[in-house]
């Protein structure tokens, strides 16, 4: 068996131990050109990498490690059973020509094209869907909140009040945490909402996940330092902690959740777990409480630090929460993250990280330092949207409207989709995973089934997206909170039409 | 002499070509090590790069990128004359112990504060000054506009109105450029006040230069491509290229500007030039127009690009200002890049990039993929702003005021501070460079004055931090806009008694 494979992509890789380019790279780099020069076609499979490390006589990370750069980039592309191939939507005027210059002559637009980066041509033939950028989709947008319950008018008042007569410690964008005023309604809404106390000093306002993330990465760990993500997860995550230069260790959802103790075996010496501890995305489990308390006590054996995302924590529709691992903590580990775009609208990017104390004199000075923090634009108005209690009647309100959403959902997926999709109801959040049903299970591709929806003008979202391993799972995400009740059994139905035609069932 | 040199610093590294670990990093982590054990006390000067190089038998770039890295994590510092030497503000728990582990028992928050990464131990002893958060310095920060001349109760109108009834292209964030109308007035304002015109489709709303370069490398360099940056120049732009693993090669800036020969002599294959020819910063010079045809003769010969920086080129006070680069462009390379946040106020946060037009359709698909995207809060109020012609007239008022302000800091310079500085009259922008006195020069370090000044209640910024290179000129920047005039005489008399404390003169 592995003799076919070896025959099935002949690499030809020649590796050079004494050079000063790692075996990483020379991999890449070689394996990259093979491709450009058409040595190895498009949609060809490639060995696996056990075979290639066990042929180059190379640790099999290493050999993870250059294909990882080559799915990133574009060149490969990573499929569920099957392991990995050439990607097969590489733009022609890449192909045949070494490094990625052009081999005919430009065509009409060829001039400028051939001075893109080659990050952004493969951009340019990334089939993803994008939806007419004046119009939402008919449905199913993931993190959408509903576009009509909003108090706009409200929300205008509370705006122009603000900057009438702003201080300079707003209009200069003084304070590096964000406006006084909403880190202490925040902190109040946490304690009568979420049952922990915090203080307004450890909250930093910022402009969304991504950035209290990479916030807290850069305080508690240095480049190459390893941290547990959940898998799937929140795609989010991964980028934000690469981009800090953060070695992420998959760990494995389980139906408590976050698998603890299969992280410590997998990376003991992991410094920071990132979870979603009220309701996983995208799985939507709910971390148990002895994984919760697990998770602290490593936390506080090894000085280990965790994020606790609670990005969509306010959305419950049955039983009760779990006490956040804030509320918990007794050691000062826990990072708590939120954000406010998901609530209110997304034209906010508002959200918010509430460190423990003792990161705060550093955060401090990072913060100081950082190009791009949030917007104080909204920030005072916001803080008067939430004392003011109108953030608690809101939440109330959409609570309502969401849980008929998802009944919705679930009764137009029974009617028009049992076929291709099963899914289940979900004790809370904004969205519902599908997976394909058995008998279409091994073939069944989300990433086509995306795009084809799209050109139905729904928009779903691919589960396998939400992986950073090679073993992938398909299905799909439906985000229900944007769509409207009347709009969910339609789409059902186009959705139907797209699966019938894709799978010819 | 270099047997001196070898001598002061007997660094014992030994490398190992044959490992996967690339010999800079080798390097790196040999000298870190010496250094947090000591082996190396603070302050120590190291040997010469071209010293290590012949020892090691490595190339000198190797050597120097080692050092870099070194620099860039504070373990050792660059100074103008005398090469490097090892930081004296290393925290002194990092010491004395490999790879910084604290050696001694934790003091009181010790056990949280081992467990925090090196960079935020780093930064925490970090001595750069922070003003206190809810109240700006008596005067001369670097980028601030006047603190009472923006009409905020207009303003608050103008969002009122935006946000009463938004459609959801606005709410919902739908367009990855940013307000339609915003984009609209922009393209209208360019052709009236710079004088190209630029279809609204092509512009970017962004979030700060950092963002606008950051899309622009992404779109035309891949990572190691080289691109020209000025010397001295813009912080930001060295970080955001850096951050995009763009290699940055600086470029001297003489009286004529941005040194176009210079640089193809350096790096030939260099495929962005980051410029700012209205007003060069930190040091105001204008690029003459014989430099700006050469350079956009060299961006349609090589297929090159550049980024046109105007970030405060409404700032002119004597003399016509030269075309910008944009509007000389017959081959559509130029990107122009400006800013909302520096003319208005600071918590705006918005700034654009207008693109070539080849590269708008892949620059769609980046910003759609973009979290960080631009606050939509203020941008349809902005738009109004500049549609109805407020932005004209608060550009007329605050040119009149800031003329006056640089007037009376060229007096007070003169009355208080000749002993010390010479400086010159700006025909433009918000701040004026004051560079030491002869006699002062050779022992003149910029960030121990910007401390000491700092103390005093007022911020200067250091001008050798402008420089990315190893020869490092001092002075100071000195922000007027943000400065009261009848607050400049006596700011520049406590800085006088500050020059005259840490001078002895």
């Known amino acids: 068996m592995p003799r076919l494979l070896r025959k099935a992509a002949p690499l030809g890789l020649v590796l050079d131990a004494a050079s000063r380019t790692p075996l990483h790279r020379q991999i890449g780099e070689q394996v990259r050109r093979a491709i450009l020069e058409r040595r190895l076609a498009p949609g060809q499979r490639l060995p696996s990498s056990r075979l290639m490390a066990s042929e180059l006589d190379v640790a099999r990370g290493t050999v993870l490690l250059a294909m990882d750069q080559l799915i990133a980039e574009g060149y490969v592309v990573a499929q569920a059973a099957s392991g990995l191939s050439v990607a097969t939507d590489l733009p022609d005027e890449m192909l045949t020509a070494p490094h990625g210059h052009p081999a005919g002559p430009p065509a009409a637009d060829g001039a400028a094209t051939a001075a893109l980066s080659r990050r952004a041509r493969l951009a340019l033939h990334d089939a993803t869907p994008t939806f007419g950028f004046e119009e939402a989709p008919l449905a199913f947008p993931t993190g959408q909140p509903d576009r009509e319950a909003f108090p706009f008018a409200l929300w205008a008042r509370l705006l122009e009040r603000e900057w009438r007569r702003p201080s300079w410690a707003v209009a200069g964008a003084l304070h590096p945490f964000g406006h006084a005023g909403l880190r202490a309604a925040i902190a109040a809404y946490l304690g009568a909402a979420r049952g922990f106390a915090c203080e307004p000093e450890s909250i930093v306002i910022t402009s969304g996940m991504r950035q209290s993330l990479s916030l807290l990465a850069w305080l508690v760990l240095d480049p190459d330092d390893a941290a547990w993500i959940e898998e799937p997860g929140f795609v989010g995550t991964r980028e934000a902690l690469a981009l800090a230069f953060v070695r992420t260790v998959p760990v494995p959802i389980d139906e408590s959740g976050f698998a603890v103790e299969r992280a410590m075996a997998a990376a003991p010496q992991a410094k920071l777990a990132v979870v979603a501890p009220a309701h996983q995305f995208p799985l939507g489990t709910v971390l148990g409480l002895q994984r919760r308390l697990e998770l602290l006590s490593w936390a506080e054996r090894h000085q280990g630090w965790i994020a606790e995302d609670d990005f969509d924590g306010e959305y ?159 299905g799909l995400i439906l985000g229900y909170a944007g769509t409207p009740e009347r709009a969910i059994d339609p789409a059902c139905a186009a959705l139907a039409r797209v699966l019938r035609a894709s799978t010819g069932r």
């Open 316 to 474: 419950r529709y049955a039983g009760r929460p779990l006490a956040p691992l804030r509320a918990l903590d007794r050691s000062g580990r826990v990072a708590y993250l939120a954000s406010f775009s998901k609530l209110l609208f997304p034209a906010l990017r508002l959200s918010y990280v509430v460190l423990p104390t003792a990161l705060v004199p550093a955060a401090e000075k990072r913060m100081a330092a950082e190009a791009a923090r949030a917007s104080l634009l909204g920030q005072g108005a916001l803080a008067r949207f939430i004392a003011d209690g109108h953030l608690a009647t809101h939440l109330r309100r959409t609570r309502l409207l969401y849980a008929a959403r998802q009944e919705a959902l679930i009764a137009g997926l029974e009617r028009h989709l049992a076929r291709w999709l099963k899914s289940a109801r979900d004790s809370g959040g904004m969205h519902l995973i599908a997976r394909p049903a058995a008998a279409i299970a091994p073939t069944f591709d989300d990433r086509a089934v995306v795009a084809a929806a799209a050109q139905a003008g729904i928009a779903v979202a691919p589960l396998s997206a939400c992986h950073a391993g090679r073993r992938r799972r398909h």
